[in-house]
């Protein structure tokens, strides 16, 4: 066991990482920051956290998994390695300040300081800029792990600076070992959500284990049988949206919940329920960010949508063209036949046209509802 | 005296038995206009009391008496007032007011044996009494209003029959009488949704001059684009809606299954001469392509509108 394992199919990375790691234990510098990239759900965050682990190891070779240290780092306990996880749309230029600040403190007790930001591409540009001084000339113990889809998603200046490890997508026969493994999945159950995930680990794990997801990912591609008449597209894309919306509560509420009574006792809530004076800021803070962090999980749930869409007619095209291979939806193969056999594929280039049209609207905010009812209607005339 | 000397008025609909109670006054008033109004709840009525109001008052002149709250009376006072009822005073009018449940029902019942006259209060829940209600609000106050117009007032004024009166009687007055959409919409342009609602209704209805002139209203009031686009999209989304449901779908089944009220629906099938799928589909393209523009802080929010509300109508037939 060590604490790699986690990485399922980044054989390179993982050499290249824990030579950095074997490097730093025996007494050397390992580069003082580190860009992570590859494309989501591929394992950038488990890569760095591994990374730091190895970094704190207190065994050899470093990285051994089950040492204290490797132990609490794992954990996100380790006193010395700080994960950065913005919860909003964006991470602003005060929290930036404030990271900047206890980054430039030298480690307590171990070898470095680890700085791990997660979704460092949120920062906003003020933010970005003020992390820059910090990661251009760090403190002699410091080390900052950045995480992005792709380098391109930070200032230049930055991502210059940093050492890049780049993550692939997993192949989904790496992918269905470790559901097999790890999950103890059956095989066959295991390869169909390793091909549905389409590189995507944690949905894989989360497409052969939780039948929740599964039904909604049924749901989901089912959507194509819905679209017989401008009327049931139109209902199809109210649903469609309700889901995600309920999905996105179901995560939510009770988060909210608990974080706002927490701060509420923190500002010294009385008995009654009544808050002292001057603490509505605070609670108004929390509550907009609560916001924010509810409206990214709506988008990244209707991404999620929109791309296990995209598979089944890039299936559907792959099928027109006879361009053979294996399919994403395998499950879907009777039904992706039909539909390849019904249609031409450059009306299957115009469906997918449209569901990259729709990514867009709703990146530009859109109201989701009216991004899936004229997707829905593209989708149905092709 | 022309009033009857015993009225009940029956329901707890608020605003209904205020009025209620107002006529009767206003009636008696109109006899005497002297009359004395006492206004009474059972708390008040200590033994002894409703004989001591009803007696010949010593200078003359009528009383209206009110009985708040009449469920509420008790056994004894139950007696009391059906004892008086036998044989009302000559310049009184008792006017007892309940709630309308089975409550003290042995009172209602006494009264009507009695001749007491009801006038029935009750609650209104339904869409279609509430376009009744806005209607007969109008013509009281002296306007005319159509159906459609009164569903614009409700859609911009909301289910609060007190708000609804008091927006019917300033129509009216504001108007001299003709209450129409552009009436509605200039005078609840507070209320957003109004004047989206007319811009989206006059776009699927292919009136592009009329389209724009609301849209520029709109605006200038002080409409957010974002809401106007909302309303668009609504508009257009009813047509999807409507139009695409099965032939033969009618009435309440149509409505559960279309989440839409039938007089929305009703009025959406009006709204389809001219449509067709395929120029729905465009119709909604142009509308999200409005509310990305207008998210996205375009440099002309009325531009995207206006193309938007233009594109809406040429893709009609
Ligand atoms: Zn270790």
């Known amino acids: 066991m060590s604490v790699w394992d986690d990485l399922v199919g980044q054989g390179p990375v993982v050499a290249q990482l824990s030579a950095a790691a074997q490097m730093s234990g025996a007494g050397g510098r390992p580069a003082h920051a580190w860009l992570f990239t590859g494309p989501p759900g591929a394992g950038r965050v488990t890569a760095a956290r591994a990374f730091a682990a190895a970094l704190q190891c207190l065994e050899t070779p470093r990285g051994c998994g089950h040492c204290a240290s490797c132990h609490q780092v794992l954990q996100g306990t380790h006193a010395d390695v700080e994960v950065v996880r913005p919860q909003g749309l964006s991470y602003g230029v005060k929290e930036a300040r404030g990271l900047v600040l206890r980054a430039s403190s030298a480690p307590t007790g171990s070898r470095w300081h680890i700085v791990l930001f997660e979704e460092a591409d949120r920062a906003t540009e003020g933010a970005a800029n003020a992390l820059l001084k910090s990661i251009e000339e760090p403190p002699a113990r410091t080390i900052w792990l950045l995480c992005t889809p792709s380098p391109e998603d930070l200032l230049v200046t930055i991502r210059s600076r940093c050492r890049p490890a780049m993550l692939q997508t997993p192949p989904a026969d790496a992918i269905a070992d470790m559901l097999v493994l790890r999950e103890g999945v059956d095989p066959e159950t295991a390869a169909v959500a390793a091909r549905a995930a389409q590189g995507h680990i944690d949905r894989a794990r989360r497409l052969a284990t939780d039948p929740q997801v599964r039904r909604t990912r049924d749901e989901v591609m089912g959507l194509p049988r819905r679209l017989t008449g401008v009327s049931p597209a139109v209902m199809a894309a109210e649903t469609l949206v309700k889901a995600a919306e309920a999905e996105q509560k179901a995560r939510t509420s009770e988060l909210d919940e608990a974080e706002t009574s927490a701060l509420r006792k923190a500002l010294g809530e009385s008995e009654k329920g009544r808050m002292p004076r001057g603490t509505a800021g605070a609670l108004k803070e929390l509550e907009e960010r609560q916001k924010s962090r509810a409206k990214r999980i709506m988008r990244d749930s209707l991404d999620r949508t929109l791309l296990d869409l995209a598979s089944y007619y890039r299936d559907v095209l792959a099928l027109q063209l006879g361009a053979g291979g294996e399919l994403v939806n395998v499950d879907l193969a009777p039904e992706l036949r039909t539909a390849a056999g019904a249609g031409r594929p450059e009306e299957t280039l115009r469906r997918l046209d449209a569901i990259m049209k729709c990514r867009e609207r709703i990146a530009a905010n859109v109201h989701p509802q009216l991004a899936f009812e004229e997707l829905n209607l593209a989708l149905r005339t092709g | ?270 709204q389809l001469r001219g449509w067709t799928g395929d120029g729905v589909a465009r119709a909604l393209t142009a509308v999200a392509e409005a509310d990305a523009q207008v998210k996205g802080g375009a440099a002309d929010p009325a531009y995207a509108l206006e193309k938007a509300v233009s594109e809406i109508i040429a893709a009609r037939r």
């Open chain 2, 1 to 270: 005296m022309s009033v009857e000397p015993i009225i009940l008025v029956i329901g707890d609909e608020e605003l209904l038995v205020e009025r209620a109670i107002g006529d009767v006054v206003a009636s008696v008033r109109a006899g005497d206009p002297e009359t004395e109004v006492i206004d009474l709840a059972p708390g008040g009525l200590e033994p002894g009391r409703l004989a001591e109001l009803t007696s010949p008052s010593l200078f003359g002149g009528s009383k209206v008496l009110v009985l708040r709250s009449a469920q509420d009376l008790g056994k004894d006072l139950t007696a009391q007032v059906l004892a008086y009822a036998k044989a009302p005073a000559d310049d009184v009018v008792l006017v007892a007011v309940h709630h309308g449940g089975a409550k003290g029902k042995a009172l209602v019942d006494g009264l009507v044996k009695l001749g007491g006259r009801k006038i029935a209060c009750p609650k209104v829940t339904k869409a279609g009494e509430r376009i009744d209600f806005v209607r007969a609000e109008i013509r009281r106050a002296g306007g005319k209003i159509s159906a459609d117009g009164a569903r614009s007032l409700l859609e911009a004024v909301g289910n609060d029959l007190r708000e609804l009166a008091a927006a019917c009687s300033q129509l009216v007055s504001d108007t001299g009488g003709k209450v129409d959409d552009a009436a509605i919409a200039r005078y609840y342009q507070g209320r957003a949704e109004v004047s989206g609602f007319t811009v989206a209704d006059k776009a699927i209805e292919g009136r592009l001059a009329e389209a724009l002139e609301q849209l520029r209203w709109a605006l200038a009031t002080g409409t957010p684009p974002v809401l106007i686009v909302s309303a668009l999209a609504q508009g257009v989304r009813g047509l999807a809606k409507v139009g695409g449901a099965p032939r033969g779908a009618r009435g309440a089944s149509l409505a559960k299954e279309l989440g839409m009220p039938p007089w929305k629906i009703e009025r959406v099938q009006r």
